[in-house]
C-alpha cells in the first residue's frame, strides 16, 4: 500500500510529521493516525522532516531516534532551537538515560518500539491536551517567580542567579522548577509532579523525576548555600525558600 507523502487531513484535524526511517513501520503509523483522525506528513530523514515542517503548521512530532544521518536527538536539539512543535521520541531504546537525555532535550513524551496503536494516540491526545491547556492558561505565562535571589522569567524561561549571570536549564528542569516554585512550602509527591510540569517527566515508577531534581540541585547551588529543594522520603520533594511574584 502507498501512503500518500502529503494527506489532506481532516478539516480542523491535528497534523503530526510522522519520523520514521523503516518503511513497514511508518506505512503502518500513518495508517493507525489517519484512522484516528489525524492528518500526516510521513518522513523518513531529516531532510524529509525539514521539508514537511516547511510545507505549512503542525500540531506534533512524532520523531524516531535511530534515524540514517542526522540522528532524532540531534533533530530535536536543533528543532528546540526554532520552535515550540510538541515532540514525542519514538525508538527501540526504551533505557531511562535515553528518556532523560530526549526529555532534556525537550521532547513531551517518550514512547518505546514496539507500541500499540491505543497507547500511542493515548500519549498524542494527553500532550495535544496539555498544549491547548497552556494555551486557555494564556502561556506563555508572565512574570518573575524570585527566591533566594534566584531569578525565573516565565515569558523567557531563563533562571537568574543571585550574581545576575543566567544559568543553562534544560526544559524540562525549568519546568520542573516552576513546579516547585508554585508550591513552595509544601511537599510535592513525585506523581504529582509528573501532572504539574508541562513537558512529561516520565513515569512516577522510573528515576526521571530524580535524575532532574538531582541535577538542578547543582545548578541552584551558590557557593557553600545548597539548593534550597529537600527529599520527603517516600513522598517526594519540597521547595524551602520563600517565593515572591513580580
Given amino acids: 500500500m502507498t501512503i500518500d507523502p502529503e494527506p489532506t487531513p481532516l478539516s480542523g484535524a491535528p497534523l503530526i510529521v510522522l519520523v520514521e526511517d523503516d518503511p513497514a513501520i511508518r506505512t503502518l503509523t ?3 493516525l489517519q484512522q484516528n483522525g489525524y492528518g500526516v506528513r510521513p518522513a523518513s530523514s531529516a531532510p524529509e522532516m525539514w521539508r514537511a515542517l516547511e510545507a505549512g503548521p503542525v500540531d506534533l512530532v512524532l520523531l524516531d531516534i535511530m534515524l540514517p544521518g542526522t540522528s532524532g536527538i540531534d533533530l530535536c536539539r536543533a528543532l528546540r532551537q526554532q520552535s515550540d ?4 521520541f519514538v525508538s527501540a531504546k526504551g533505557s531511562e538515560t535515553d528518556r532523560v537525555v530526549g526529555l532534556e532535550l525537550g521532547a513531551d513524551d517518550y514512547i518505546a518500539k514496539p507500541f500499540g496503536t491505543s497507547e500511542l494516540i493515548a500519549r498524542i491526545r494527553a500532550v495535544l491536551r496539555r498544549g491547548a491547556l ?4 494564556g502561556r506563555p505565562e508572565q512574570g518573575l517567580l524570585t527566591f533566594d535571589g534566584w ?3 516565565l515569558s523567557r524561561r531563563e533562571l537568574k542567579s543571585p550574581s545576575g549571570s543566567l ?5 524540562a528542569e525549568l519546568d520542573l522548577l516552576v513546579s516547585l516554585l508554585e508550591h513552595s512550602g509544601r511537599v510535592v509527591a513525585r506523581e504529582r509532579l509528573i501532572e504539574l510540569s508541562r513537558t512529561r517527566l516520565g513515569d512516577s515508577s522510573d528515576r526521571s523525576v530524580d535524575v532532574l531534581v538531582s541535577r538542578l540541585r547543582r545548578k541552584l547551588s551558590h557557593g557553600e548555600t545548597p539548593a534550597p529543594i529537600v527529599t520527603v522520603r517516600g513522598i517526594g520533594y519540597m521547595l524551602t525558600a520563600a517565593v515572591t511574584r513580580s
Avoid: E, F, L, S
Fill in 30 to 32: 500513518t495508517r493507525a
Fill in 85 to 88: 512543535v510538541p515532540i514525542i
Fill in 134 to 137: 497552556d494555551r486557555r492558561h
Fill in 151 to 153: 531569578q525565573v522569567n
Fill in 167 to 171: 544559568v543553562d536549564v534544560t526544559g
